[in-house]
C-alpha cells in the first residue's frame, strides 16, 4: 500500500488534545476509503502538521482530511524510505 | 529530547541506495552533535525527502546535514504528536 505524508498550515497553538481531537476525526471515517493516519505531528509554533498515512491515492487521503475538517492541497507520496 | 522534522528539495530521481548512502553519511558523524536521524522518506517525482530525528537543537541537526552534504533552512520543532 503507498505511503503519503500530507502538510497542513494554521495549527499554531494547537494542543496535544486538539491534535488528538483532529486524529480522532480522520480515524472515524478513515475506513471508508481504505485509509490509515498512521502518526501526526505538530510543530505548534510554525503552526505545521506532518500527518504519514497509507492508502490507495493521494486523492483519498485527501478526501478523508477534507470530509474531517481539515484540507490540504500539499501532499507526498513515499515510494522510497531508510531507517 | 526534541524530536524535529527536516525537509530537503532536489532529490528528484534519487533511488533507494542514494538515499542510503546519504542517510549513512548523517549518521557517521551524528554523534559529535547528539543527534540522532530516525528516519527519511523521500518522494523521487517532486524530489523531496523528509527527515525524522532527535537532537539538542534544530542547529545541531543543521549542522550534520551541512556537513554531511545536504544542507537544510527548514526544519521544524515537533512536541506534540499522536499516533
Not at 476525526?25 to 505538530?42: K, N, P, R, S, Y
Not at 500527518?51 to 484540507?71: D, F, N, Q, W, Y
Request: some cysteine.
Amino acid at each position: 500500500m503507498p505511503r503519503f505524508m500530507d502538510l497542513h498550515d494554521g495549527f499554531g497553538g494547537v494542543t496535544q488534545e486538539q491534535l488528538k481531537a483532529a486524529q480522532a476525526a480522520d480515524w472515524a471515517i478513515e475506513g471508508d476509503e481504505g485509509v490509515h493516519f498512521e502518526h501526526a505531528w505538530l510543530d505548534p509554533e510554525a503552526g505545521k502538521v506532518f500527518c504519514l498515512s497509507t492508502g490507495p491515492s493521494k486523492e483519498a487521503v485527501m478526501r478523508i482530511h477534507k470530509r474531517a475538517g481539515h484540507p490540504t492541497a500539499e501532499i507526498y507520496e513515499l515510494p522510497i524510505e531508510v531507517s
